[in-house]
């Protein structure tokens, strides 16, 4: 009988996972170009098409619905740009130039329409304090931290110009990217991940 109940619990479960999983898809595209603000339980029902209970029975709140959102999107960051570059490429200078390029890549091909989520997301709530600011700063510390400890081994490998500092060069790297970014998407000018792809690897060659 235990048994059956999971089961049955599981199969209940799936649909409600799925329904879950579209509207945060749904939701951290719309992010982007609305913002987190403009999410609501009605916006997202009346985007999916499902019913605004059924939206807010999953979620409950905007606040929830905003935190769900942040933890798709992260997950989707992670897959398009970390993961390959982790897979592909070895620590240090290799992988430094794999996220640097990897991130790229996700503006490039719009994987949001609005850009990089969280480059927007950072804009928008800078000044707002409560849990949603604060998941958004958790989040991009992780990739400063990423950034920084990928420049940090390719200093100890030896694959860095001489008196490069591993802090500010993941700082600048950094900054490229959320202003190649904000280029990029306010102009509708890709070429824009050129230029920055050169300025990378010259910041990197010294």
Same mark, same amino acid.
């Given at each position: 009988?235990?048994? @059956? &109940?999971?089961?049955? #619990?599981?199969? #209940?479960? !799936?649909? %409600?996972?799925?329904? @879950? !999983?579209?509207?945060?898809?749904?939701?951290?595209?719309?992010? #982007? $170009?609305?913002? =987190?603000?403009? =999410?609501?339980?009605?916006?997202?029902?009346?985007?999916?098409?499902?019913?605004?209970?059924?939206?807010?029975?999953?979620? %409950?709140?905007?606040?929830?619905?905003?935190?769900?959102?942040?933890?798709?999107?992260?997950?989707?960051?992670?897959?398009?740009?970390? /993961?390959?570059?982790?897979?592909?490429?070895?620590?240090?200078?290799?992988?430094?130039?794999? =996220? *640097?390029?990897?991130?790229?890549?996700?503006?490039?091909?719009?994987?949001?329409?609005?850009? *990089?989520?969280?480059?927007?997301?950072?804009?928008?709530?800078? %000044? +707002?304090?409560? +849990?949603?600011?604060?998941?958004?700063?958790?989040?991009? &510390? &992780?990739?400063?931290?990423?950034?920084?400890?990928?420049?940090?081994?390719?200093?100890? /490998? %030896?694959? =860095?110009?001489?008196?490069?500092?591993?802090?500010?060069?993941?700082?600048?790297?950094?900054?490229?990217?959320?202003? #190649? /970014?904000?280029?990029?998407?306010?102009?509708?000018? /890709?070429?824009? $991940?050129?230029?920055? @792809?050169?300025?990378?690897?010259?910041?990197?060659?010294?």
């Amino acid at each position: 009988m235990a048994e @059956r &109940q999971d089961h049955s #619990t599981r199969r #209940t479960r !799936a649909p %409600g996972d799925r329904a @879950r !999983a579209r509207i945060v898809g749904e939701a951290a595209e719309l992010a #982007t $170009i609305e913002g =987190l603000d403009g =999410l609501s339980i009605g916006r997202l029902a009346e985007a999916t098409g499902m019913p605004k209970s059924s939206v807010h029975a999953l979620f %409950g709140s905007k606040e929830e619905l905003q935190l769900a959102t942040i933890t798709a999107a992260r997950g989707s960051f992670v897959a398009v740009v970390v /993961n390959p570059a982790f897979t592909d490429a070895k620590p240090g200078r290799d992988r430094l130039v794999a =996220l *640097c390029d990897g991130f790229l890549s996700y503006v490039e091909r719009r994987v949001f329409p609005g850009g *990089c989520f969280f480059v927007a997301a950072s804009a928008e709530l800078g %000044g +707002r304090p409560g +849990r949603v600011h604060d998941e958004v700063v958790r989040v991009q &510390q &992780q990739w400063r931290d990423l950034l920084e400890g990928e420049a940090r081994a390719a200093k100890e /490998n %030896g694959d =860095l110009p001489d008196g490069a500092e591993p802090a500010q060069l993941a700082f600048e790297l950094g900054v490229i990217l959320a202003g #190649t /970014n904000i280029v990029s998407v306010l102009h509708d000018d /890709n070429g824009a $991940i050129g230029r920055a @792809r050169a300025a990378i690897r010259s910041r990197l060659d010294g």
